[in-house]
């Protein structure tokens, strides 16, 4: 006897391997599962401003470059001036550059933000141990003092950051750290004081996000590395940790903007919040990080919409096979349903629906006719479908005429499988008679209902053009429905009796 083993190893590994792919597809490029979903963008404005000298101007302008926000869209406006834009992985910087620069001038920069939901830093590699900051001699005895004294209070870099931040932030502060603080800021102070430690720690601006917010300025931060990450520090709120609205615009290191030959620069920021399709915010990341390779997206938008038809067809099938195999409806022909069901989707279910009823009522009475001329096969099947497209074209004229604009996609109707249809229903009539004609007709329509109305719905027709992996759960489950050689469900009522009995 042949095993089944390996079948079912199949069966499984196409289940698995669809299930898996369409699970990545989602999480990986954060294709949404459900159509419709939403995402909240942010457009943020820089605005940079100076006054030129008359001289060649250069101007370099940090770029965002947050884990926690995808740039989707950027761009700057600079008239007059040349624009590069580095792409090193560890600074991104917009580059402008002119011969001459007189007077005031505005540079913009616009970039489109969506947040990835990543709140955490983290670090595949330890930053190097920086260098100890050489404390000016009035300031050095207070700044070794209050190390110490913090550092006795703490367990590791980070507890010591936090103890640090304590001190700095303190309503009722000492006269050591009072002095510290009135040449410096508490940022500065906080990060020369962990670097006097040896303690890789890094000053970083950053951007509270708020809707209709304009004129708005980078707020400093200081991120401390601690096993493995990099944690947050407010020292003007006093707070450890990252906000839930905040953007940090520039982590390198380098200073936000640089301007050389020009004077009085400055930059200030304008943002506004937004609703996005969930779906093309993910396709537009997709290709910014070129992962389109081997996506539908990539075909132009003629040949995306064949597919998106196309890809429905196994649904169709799945619908076909379950209920004629496991249900055990009859069909006139076996995937004549599904394409009736795409007809369906173009003209609507009711108007498909009378139009299908018309078109092979018409063509039976007209068929009865030609068999009474004894005409070969081929000639009869040839004259049946001449006849099916008078019977489409004279129903689209009366449409029209009659107003019915719904009557105008009846055009859509497959119409060499309707001439196979009324070619079977009339043998099918001839060799068993009007009732089997009805059982299968009415099936067909039964089933092309059922198709119609799975192929219709909307997170169907998003799937399965999106997750392209389902196909192979589609196929794992039609490989595993061939199998079954058991009594259909409507066969079961012949055992009706004998259960009356009991």
Request: charged share 15%.
């Amino acid at each position: 006897m042949h095993s089944r083993k390996p079948f079912y190893i199949l069966v499984a590994l196409l289940f698995i391997v669809g299930l898996s792919a369409s699970i990545y597809r989602g999480v990986k490029h954060q294709v949404p599962f459900l159509p419709g979903e939403q995402v909240q963008s942010w457009a943020v404005d820089a605005k940079i401003s100076f006054d030129g000298t008359g001289d060649a101007a250069e101007v370099s302008f940090s770029l965002p470059q947050d884990p926690a926000y995808e740039v989707l869209v950027e761009n700057a406006s600079s008239p007059g001036f040349g624009l590069s834009l580095s792409d090193d992985k560890d600074a991104r910087r917009a580059n402008w550059s002119i011969r001459e620069a007189y007077g005031s001038q505005d540079l913009y920069y616009k970039v489109t933000l969506v947040p990835t939901g990543v709140t955490q830093i983290h670090s595949d590699e330890i930053p190097s141990q920086p260098e100890p900051y050489l404390w000016p001699a009035t300031e050095k005895t207070a700044a070794e003092q209050v190390i110490n004294e913090t550092w006795a209070r703490s367990a590791s870099n980070l507890s010591f950051a936090q103890q640090l931040m304590n001190a700095i932030t303190a309503t009722k502060r000492s006269q050591n750290m009072e002095l510290l603080l009135s040449s410096q800021t508490a940022t500065q102070v906080f990060l020369h004081m962990l670097q006097t430690k040896g303690i890789p720690a890094r000053e970083v601006s950053g951007l509270y996000l708020e809707d209709q917010r304009r004129r708005q300025s980078l707020s400093p931060f200081v991120e401390v590395f601690h096993n493995g990450e990099w944690v947050l520090f407010d020292l003007v709120k006093g707070k450890q940790g990252r906000p839930e609205n905040l953007l940090l615009w520039e982590r390198s290191g380098h200073s936000v903007l640089d301007v050389m030959g020009g004077v009085n620069s400055q930059v200030h920021f304008s943002m506004l919040q937004d609703t996005r399709s969930a779906l093309a915010t993910s396709i537009d990341m997709m290709m910014n990080n070129n992962a389109l390779d081997f996506s539908l997206y990539q075909l132009p938008l003629e040949e995306q919409s064949l597919f998106k038809g196309i890809l429905l067809i196994p649904i169709g099938v799945l619908m076909v096979v379950f209920l004629r195999v496991i249900i055990g409806v009859k069909t006139s022909g076996t995937f004549m349903p599904v394409l009736i069901a795409l007809a369906f989707i173009q003209t609507s279910l009711v108007t498909g629906l009378v139009g299908f009823l018309l078109i092979v009522a018409c063509g039976l009475m007209i068929r009865s006719y030609l068999s009474q001329l004894n005409l070969l096969l081929i000639s009869r099947i040839s004259a049946v479908i001449i006849v099916v497209i008078g019977i489409i074209g004279v129903f689209t004229l009366l449409s029209y005429k009659f107003g019915l604009s719904e009557g105008l996609t009846i055009t859509f109707f497959p119409m060499i499988i309707l001439a196979w249809t009324i070619e079977r229903m009339s043998i099918l009539w001839e060799e068993e008679g009007p009732k089997e004609v009805i059982v299968q007709g009415g099936g067909s329509l039964m089933v092309a209902t059922l198709a119609y109305l799975a192929m219709s719905a909307s997170w169907v027709q998003h799937w399965v053009f999106n997750f392209l992996g389902i196909h192979l759960v589609i196929l794992a489950l039609v490989l595993l429905m061939g199998q079954y050689t058991g009594y259909r469900l409507l066969e079961l009522k012949r055992f009706k009796p004998l259960a009356g009995d009991a």
